[in-house]
Structures are given as C-alpha cells and as structure tokens.
C-alpha cells in the first residue's frame, strides 16, 4: 500500500534559549553544543537535542547553561569555535552537523568529554578505538550519511532512467569527500552511467560548480552529503528548479525545500540522541563506556509537487517503497 504523509511546515521555534543569571549559571553544569552547520536551519534540531535532555532530566535555562557555536558550513572557522568552548570550561561538548565539527572539538581537548554527530567512519577519523569501546572522552552517534552514495544513485536512475548524463555535487574540503567520490565512480562504472563531478566548497565556488553543470548538460543531480550543502540547500534546490533537474539528496529537509526526492536517516530523532547521551554524560557516564551508536532505520521521501513539475511520474513500486510522500 502506499505511504503518504502529508505535510504542512511550521514554522521553527528559536535555536538558542537565554541563560540563567551569572549567579546562577554557576551552580549549573555547561553544555558547549557547535555544529557546522547554522542556526537558520537548525531550530527543529536543537529542539530535538532539547527533548533528548529533558528525557535524562535536563531543561536548558534551568538546571543546564548552553553555549551554542555555529560555523555555517565554514569549516575553517570550528577549531576557534572548539577552543571558545574549552576556554569556557563546559562540563560537555556536543560537536554535531558533519565530521569536521567533532574532529575540531578533540584537538581541542584530551580530556572535557564530547558527544558527536558524524556522517563518517569515527574509528578511522581517530576519534574512538572501536565502536563498542570508545576508549578516552570520545562517543557519540554515526550518520552513516556520506556511505549512502551509491543507494541514492541508484534511487535517482530509477526517478530518472533517461539521465545520461549525472551531475555530482561535491564539497572536496570535506574529509569523507573522497570516499564519497570513489563509492560514486564505482557504482556509476557498474550501471554503466555517466558522471560529471562539480566541486564546491565556498559561495562562490558553488556559483562556478552551478555554470559548470548547465555546460555539461547534466540531465540529473545528486548532491552529494555535506553540511554545507545543508546550510545553502535553499539556492541549491532552486537551482535545480530552474534548470528542470531531477536531483537527490540526503535529508528531508530538502524535499521540505521543494527537493525531488531524499534518502538518508531521521535527523531529528539523531539530535534527540545527542541530547540523551549529552545528559547521561552529565550525569556521570564517561564517554568511553558509552558505544557508539548507528541509524538502524533509512527514509525516502519523495516530493510529488516537485515530480509534476518535472514532468516525471514516479513508479508505483518506488511510491510503495518511499517512507514518505509529501504532497
């Protein structure tokens, strides 16, 4: 049968909540929380993050003090948001919204324990031993979202088996970027499919990587996974609109933009599990003890408004598969 949800966004609650008096901020335990992402887009995850602490007894502005850190897709910016947060003497840090947010936070500490959100491999990014033994001040939860490449190649074939020739959308200074490119190459090589790679990292450069695709003549776009992309996913997505491109990507959040179709994990309920473990942490747990945890669930959501637009008919077999429909 098929799954339809239909959607009506609300619009998002503030992403930062005002702190106690000084007074009383001292007798309360500090959370560092800094994303790579920016607030713009993140309300309804920090509210995630919130009901993930409240579930460990936590209420911020209550009996818990938040410092929030953004670095808006500006990687370069996290290693002096990681040693703000350190000179502040937090009692915890949640680094989230990519790999590049964690990995700034330990070279910044050895010892203040971190939570964090990486859609990489941690083991192999040397930020814990193993999985069910992290080992130091080290844990946190793994998206597992720049590995699913392939299986949204696939899902955008299927959306649009006449693409020859498929525009990837690449941020090359983010570290699981080359990876992701060798997963992609690989799988296009095995269907026979055409690729075309444009890289982007700054605004400017995704200026070029847009005028770059219109010259290859994409038929398709998969965008690859990335902060970045997350913060800018608005221009993206329209993008995408003008030039009557079906395109893929990793969070709902850009089928709720107009997106064609995602596939990827339930963000907010990931948050929700930053803020359990951020709250167990508090509550004495040392991170080491704490497994690292991994999404047991994927979604695809597909935006049908955005399909009539295109002109393209989604089979019944993919509608019957998709997690979601939004109408």
């Known amino acids: 049968m098929k799954r339809r949800v239909f959607i009506s966004l609300l619009g998002g609650a503030a992403v930062t909540w005002p702190l106690s008096a000084r007074a009383q901020?001292?007798?309360m335990p500090l959370i560092g929380f800094m994303s790579a992402r920016g607030p713009e887009d993140s309300a309804y995850l920090v509210q995630a993050f919130h009901r993930g602490l409240a579930e460990g007894g936590f209420v911020g502005g209550q009996n818990v003090a938040i410092e929030f850190r953004w670095a808006h897709g500006q990687y370069d910016r996290l290693p002096a948001l990681a040693a703000d947060l350190v000179s502040r003497r937090v009692n915890v840090i949640t680094a989230v919204g990519g790999d590049p947010s964690p990995i700034a936070a330990k070279r910044a500490t050895s010892?203040?324990?971190?939570?964090?959100?990486?859609?990489?491999?941690?083991?192999?990014?040397?930020?814990?031993?193993s999985f069910n033994r992290p080992g130091g001040n080290v844990t946190g939860v793994t998206l597992l979202t720049s590995q699913m490449e392939p299986k949204r190649l696939g899902l955008l074939r299927e959306v649009a088996p006449g693409a020859l020739l498929i525009g990837i959308l690449l941020n090359p200074t983010f570290r699981p970027a080359t990876l992701q490119l060798q997963q992609i190459?690989?799988?296009?090589?095995?269907?026979?499919?055409?690729?075309?790679?444009?890289?982007?990292?700054t605004d400017e450069e995704l200026d070029a990587a847009f005028t770059t695709l219109i010259k290859e003549r994409v038929d398709a776009l998969l965008v690859a996974s990335d902060p970045y992309f997350d913060v800018r996913r608005e221009r993206i997505v329209a993008f995408a609109a003008r030039q009557r491109l079906p395109a893929i990507y990793q969070f709902r959040e850009f089928a709720l933009a107009g997106g064609l179709l995602s596939y990827g994990i339930n963000l907010p309920d990931i948050y929700r599990q930053f803020g359990v473990y951020t709250a167990k942490i508090l509550k004495g747990a040392k991170p080491a003890d704490l497994p690292v945890l991994q999404p047991t669930k994927f979604e695809t959501v597909i935006k049908l408004k955005t399909a009539k637009a295109l002109g393209i008919k989604i089979s019944d077999n993919l509608l019957s598969l998709a997690d979601e429909v939004i109408e």
């Open 185 to 201: 190459e690989e799988a296009a090589r095995g269907v026979g499919q055409r690729i075309a790679v444009a890289r982007a990292s």
């Open 25 to 27: 901020q001292a007798a």
């Open 111 to 129: 010892s203040i324990p971190i939570v964090f959100g990486m859609g990489g491999d941690p083991v192999s990014a040397g930020l814990v031993e």
